[in-house]
């Protein structure tokens, strides 16, 4: 190994790692080359990534993968390091562009892919230089997960049983260097069917119930948007009807709700079924109303140990620790709601969903040298 490589030979590694990583197709529920490829340059640093099943659970073209970094210390506490392999759309044909002020950039036609491709990448260069450094550290458990993007679907199918951390980090916040979530929401998914009669509009009308007109009464009933500070309501699809001269018979609705506390999601997802199903029978029609919970609300409190750690190494680094309070998921709501003292931090994204998607060359060493200081043994 070489035990002398320059900082410069370190961040030209860690940024073509990012590249090749960019270039490769992997939206959500189709990570098979990222999980191959992944595998590949693991298996080049001694650690052994294996697949899980998930993909069965999961619909995807590819497992959860799970590795060890093995300690130099017996009986030191372990930590997991958690990164998501997919991307959102569109995710085919991106390309990194460096550009002279640092910035990392796409080709505008895709993502970049900055989230979670930079966690990973910085990951995977902490590994690197902490075995060419011989320096002691800690047992470093490894997760990447797929269709982190599509509700935490891969990391909510993994067995977290194998999982012998007590504390995690996943580096995935659009934000600045020392950020954290404080907390992130709650978030279910609703789907909304309405049944009426159908009857010609024109020929015989008031034979028909109006499964729209319901629906419709039901919407202007309810708040858009921000209920409370800390609760969302959102209505994206409708469909309904089969021609412009026929009483729509079915109208199906499709939405979501976020809140910071759990109780009040479901709560308000029980007064938004009551005012459906009160509008339905107000016309003959029947309201159908479920809900898929996907994420579950959490707080991080302030003695948590995997804070108090992020919150040590930040200041080594000199870099200030700031709260942020999400209103997005991630895999840590999938860890914490099974009982590990997870923490979401902040990575080198920036207009992550986007095409304008960019990273930053110094944000990346920072993030670097944040897992790699949560790896090493104070």
Not at 69 to 90: I, N, Q, Y
């Amino acid at each position: 190994m070489d035990q002398n490589r320059t900082t410069a030979e370190q961040e030209k590694r860690m940024l073509d790692q990012f590249a090749q990583l960019t270039e490769i197709d992997r939206e959500s529920f189709d990570e098979r080359k990222a999980a191959d490829y992944l595998k590949e340059v693991f298996a080049g640093e001694g650690i052994s990534l294996q697949e899980d099943h998930s993909a069965e659970k999961t619909g995807s073209n590819a497992g959860n993968l799970y590795g060890i970094f093995p300690s130099t210390e017996e009986g030191a506490e372990p930590v997991l390091l958690c990164a998501h392999m997919d991307t959102v759309k569109p995710g085919k044909g991106k390309k990194a562009i460096f550009q002279e002020d640092g910035r990392i950039t796409g080709n505008g036609k895709a993502v970049l892919g900055a989230d979670d491709g930079t966690s990973i990448s910085c990951i995977l260069e902490a590994i690197r230089e902490i075995k060419e450094e011989g320096k002691p550290h800690r047992l470093v458990e490894l997760l990447f997960t797929t269709a982190e993007e599509a509700y935490t679907v891969g990391a909510s199918a993994f067995d977290v049983r194998r999982i012998k951390s007590k504390r995690a980090y996943a580096a995935d916040i659009d934000n600045v260097m020392g950020c954290y979530s404080m907390q992130e929401p709650t978030l279910l998914s609703f789907r909304v069917e309405v049944n009426g009669r159908s009857a010609h509009a024109g020929f015989e009308p008031e034979k028909g119930i109006h499964s729209l007109l319901a629906a419709s009464r039901a919407i202007a009933r309810l708040p858009e948007g921000r209920v409370e500070g800390d609760t969302t309501f959102n209505i994206g699809l409708i469909h309904g009807g089969t021609a412009t001269n026929a009483i729509p018979e079915d109208t199906v609705l499709e939405g979501e709700i976020r809140s910071a506390v759990h109780e009040k999601a479901l709560a308000f997802y029980e007064e938004m079924k009551h005012v459906f199903e009160e509008e339905a029978l107000k016309i003959g029609a029947k309201a159908s109303v479920e809900k898929t919970v996907h994420l579950t609300a959490y707080h991080v409190p302030e003695d948590s140990k995997a804070l108090l750690a992020y919150k040590k190494v930040l200041g080594d680094l000199g870099i200030g620790l700031i709260p942020y309070p999400c209103f997005g998921g991630s895999d840590i709501n999938v860890l914490r709601r099974n009982g590990i003292d997870g923490l979401c931090i902040g990575s080198s994204m920036h207009f992550a969903h986007t095409t304008r998607e960019y990273a930053e060359k110094e944000e990346m060493m920072q993030l670097k040298e944040i897992f790699k200081e949560l790896m090493l043994l104070s």
